[in-house]
């Protein structure tokens, strides 16, 4: 199967953390994709994890566990720019699987 | 370096109808993939070509096809346009296929069938 599950919709408060959860079909796993996407722009990269652990690149973390097929990506320091949505995306041969989108908002 | 460009931006057409849409990749990238976004949804694949050839096909109907050009450009076909059809179709370039190939994304076309 392909199946991507991640929250529909998420609320956090400007200056504070929010974790996005993804889980996804470990079968035929290639890596996993975040990228960001504000309503009505293209998708925009935001990182790539292959190997188990995190990745930070500076507001913006991103955690593998390929023995539970789980991901997470970790938004600190939240600004009201963050309000998009965020997809998470299994690569599979090359193509990319999407889930359906977090859809975060920001509120001061 | 300019992005991934995709023309047109929008496009209104009826049932029936058949639309091509286009795609040039970042220079030097060789591959390009289609995906459709409906409103509310993940990006869904459609296709992928390196090097002129297909590389990979989503689970869509034989209404919609591909091709790549020998300077990487692509064009996304559809024939028989359906209402179900309108979304926003958006054109991926990466230097390769790998599986760690990042992809960029173009600014999408939005199509609206009528």
């Known amino acids: 199967g392909q199946n991507i599950d991640q929250p529909t919709e998420m609320t956090a408060t400007e200056g504070a953390i929010v974790q996005i959860n993804c889980t996804y079909q470990?079968?035929?796993?290639?890596?996993l994709f975040w990228y960001q996407q504000h309503a009505g722009e293209a998708p925009t990269f935001l990182s790539y994890?292959?190997?188990?652990g995190l990745e930070e690149k500076g507001r913006f973390s991103s955690f593998l566990s390929r023995s539970k097929g789980y991901s997470y990506l970790l938004l600190k320091e939240l600004q009201m720019k963050d309000s998009a949505s965020y997809l998470c995306a299994e690569s599979q041969g090359g193509k990319l699987i999407f889930g359906q989108g977090t859809e975060l908002s920001v509120k001061p | 370096d300019a992005g991934v460009t995709q023309s047109p931006t929008h496009l209104i057409k009826t049932r029936g109808q058949h639309v091509t849409l286009r795609c040039s990749p970042i220079?030097?990238?060789?591959?390009v993939s289609w995906y459709q976004q409906v409103l509310g949804q993940g990006p869904q694949f459609i296709f992928q070509y390196y090097e002129k050839e297909e590389r990979g096909r989503g689970n869509f109907p034989d209404r919609f096809s591909a091709r790549q050009f020998p300077n990487y450009s692509s064009e996304l076909n559809v024939n028989a346009l359906l209402l179900g059809d309108s979304a926003l179709y958006l054109c991926?370039?990466?230097?390769?296929?790998?599986?760690?190939?990042?992809?960029?994304f173009g600014p999408g076309t939005r199509l609206l069938v009528l």
């Open positions: 470990t079968s035929g796993f290639n890596g």
């Open positions: 994890n292959v190997l188990d």
């Open positions: 220079s030097g990238h060789k591959s």
């Open positions: 991926a370039s990466s230097s390769g296929t790998g599986a760690g190939e990042t992809q960029y």
